[in-house]
């Protein structure tokens, strides 16, 4: 009788029920558990256990039998994702693989900067260094306490959710020359502080330079010769020439921007930077093009 319960729960999550309770995105597998349970209560009964696997109950591991049976048919993924996170994708046919991907956003936070035609792009491979969901807590190990808690309270939608998670200063599980385009928009501010901003964005810390240096140098690597990195720099706690500075010194090439610009809004709201004094210009976004060695 608990034999044929697991296998319709199996049949079940593997003909669409995984993607009727399970929302889109990075999830862990204890949260699935969770998700699954709520939905088939009748069907996940703690107390029968799989004789191999006790003191498991034996529901669980039809969970993970749909699951490992969606991906060998590309509906749902693990590849590049820590043990015991799953990445579930609705309606899509397309898991994209490193090797084909040919946009990088290096530092995703909640895509907000996307078009939004582009945010679930399978060109587009999202990395970020945190995952912060609804039901997850920050970082990737601690679960939050409720599990219906908004990762931001003030901003109930809002989540940091990427394909998969990195660091930008070693990206090692990339080739040299592997994108065509990299979106690069690191926190800007300093100090962590307990407000909105470094909530929702992150921060530096007082490595900055080290920090920035060798993410740079690290896109830059896994960038294409002729392809280009868009880099978003809002000035507040360090001016835009420092960073730029920064970056020329880099690769052993003298490496500049070739084309920036400001943000209207910033323009003629200019305030002191509260480290050197200098006027703060707001946010830039500069576009650093990969030429071939001998045209650099
Ligand atoms: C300014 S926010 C990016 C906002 C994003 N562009 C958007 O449209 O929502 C900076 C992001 O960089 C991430 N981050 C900070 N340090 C990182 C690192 N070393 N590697 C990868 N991501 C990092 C933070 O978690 C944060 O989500």
């Not at 558990?33 to 009964?45: F, G, I, N, R, T």
Request: net charge neutral; proline share 6%; glycine share 8%.
């Amino acid at each position: 009788m608990q034999k044929l319960k697991h296998k319709e729960l199996r049949n079940e999550l593997k003909n669409g029920g995984i993607t009727k309770v399970v929302p889109e995105g990075i999830h862990k597998i204890s949260f699935i558990y969770e998700l699954v349970q709520d939905a088939y209560p009748d069907l996940c009964d703690d107390d029968y256990h799989c004789e191999w696997q006790a003191p498991q109950p034996a529901w669980k591991h039809s969970v993970r039998n749909a699951l490992g049976n969606l991906k060998g048919k590309g509906e749902v993924d693990k590849d590049g994702l820590e043990k015991g996170w799953w990445r579930i994708t609705i309606n899509s046919t397309i898991i994209p693989t490193a090797n084909e991907l040919m946009i990088l956003d290096a530092t995703a936070g909640s895509r907000s900067m996307w078009h939004k035609n582009h945010k679930y792009n399978p060109c587009v491979l999202f990395l970020d260094q945190r995952l912060e969901i609804k039901g997850v807590g920050k970082g990737v190990t601690m679960p939050r306490k409720n599990p219906d808690g908004a990762p931001i309270p003030q901003q109930p939608g809002w989540e940091c959710a990427p394909d998969i998670l990195g660091d930008f200063t070693h990206l090692e599980q990339f080739d040299d020359e592997t994108f065509d385009h990299i979106v690069w928009d690191p926190p800007h501010v300093i100090k962590k502080s307990n407000g909105f901003i470094t909530m929702k964005y992150g921060y530096l810390g007082d490595q900055w330079r080290e920090t920035l240096a060798n993410g740079f140098k690290e896109l830059w690597r896994i960038l294409k010769t002729k392809s280009t990195l868009q880099f978003k720099w809002a000035d507040n706690d360090i001016p835009k020439n420092e960073i730029v500075k920064l970056f020329h010194d880099i690769a052993g090439n003298p490496i500049d921007y070739i084309t920036g610009t400001q943000t209207k809004k910033s323009i003629g709201a200019s305030i002191e930077c509260r480290k050197c004094g200098d006027e703060i210009r707001g946010t830039w976004f500069l576009i650093y093009f990969k030429f071939p060695e001998d045209r650099n």
